[in-house]
T-cell receptor, first 116, second 114 residues
């Protein structure tokens, strides 16, 4: 079983649509959770961290359910510029440091194409 | 905003040759990482480095790979005898202090093995 699983999509949506991405992780020792965005052949860029209490950043809402080992991302009022691959990422603590210093484990990514 | 910088942006090398990929992490950061992404596949962890030693490495990071921090600014990944399957994007990342944000990624080196 993959450690981080995502539906690869693609999700093709019209501008203004609301779209939701889901992700599951298999290792309960995972400490920190993130959504990254990756444009074609570019580096991953942090979109937002994900907390159990849920968090919102403008049109983006992320949610973590530790009991179900499930992470979600909701994009409201989607824009053409939201077209990208969205990466679900988990992080485990190392013996040295805090929860953000361990290796990042990436999902395969979910591709979103927003059309006019 | 400070950035992680990587050079070169694209490296073309003959199979069997050695290659060195270079990274300059953010200046006060203490943890350093290499990841790779084969075309069409997910980003994979290779190695982490802290306090001048490897903290963790993946199964991919075999004896052909090595990392070094030769001075106070550079962090390098060396592949001793490249194979065709080493063709990928290689991303360097670094973190903190503070450690309240996740790793910052460089914009990557595309390695093409011929």
């Amino acid at each position: 079983r993959k450690e981080v699983e995502q539906d690869p999509g693609p999700f093709n949506v019209p501008e203004g649509a609301t779209v939701a991405f889901n992700c599951t992780y298999s290792n309960s020792a995972s400490q920190s959770f993130f959504w990254y965005r990756q444009d074609c052949r570019k580096e991953p860029k942090l979109l937002m961290s994900v907390y159990s209490s849920g968090n919102e950043d403008g049109r983006f809402t992320a949610q973590l359910n530790r009991a179900s080992q499930y992470i979600s991302l909701l994009i409201r009022d989607s824009k053409l510029s939201d077209s990208a691959t969205y990466l679900c990422v988990v992080n485990r603590r190392t013996r040295h440091g805090s929860s953000n210093t361990g290796k990042l484990i990436f999902g395969q990514g979910t591709t979103l194409q927003v059309k006019p | 905003e400070p950035e992680v910088t990587q050079t070169p942006s694209h490296q073309v090398t003959q199979m069997g040759q050695e290659v060195i990929l270079r990274c300059v992490p953010i200046s006060n950061h203490l943890y350093f990482y290499w990841y790779r992404q084969i075309l069409g596949q997910k980003v994979e962890f290779l190695v982490s480095f802290y306090n001048n030693e490897i903290s963790e490495k993946s199964e991919i990071f075999d004896d052909q790979f090595s990392v070094e921090r030769p001075d106070g600014s550079n962090f390098t990944l060396k592949i001793r005898s490249t194979k065709l399957e080493d063709s990928a994007m290689y991303f360097c990342a670094s973190i903190g202090p503070p450690y309240d944000q996740p790793q910052h990624f460089g914009d990557g080196t595309r390695l093409s093995i011929l």
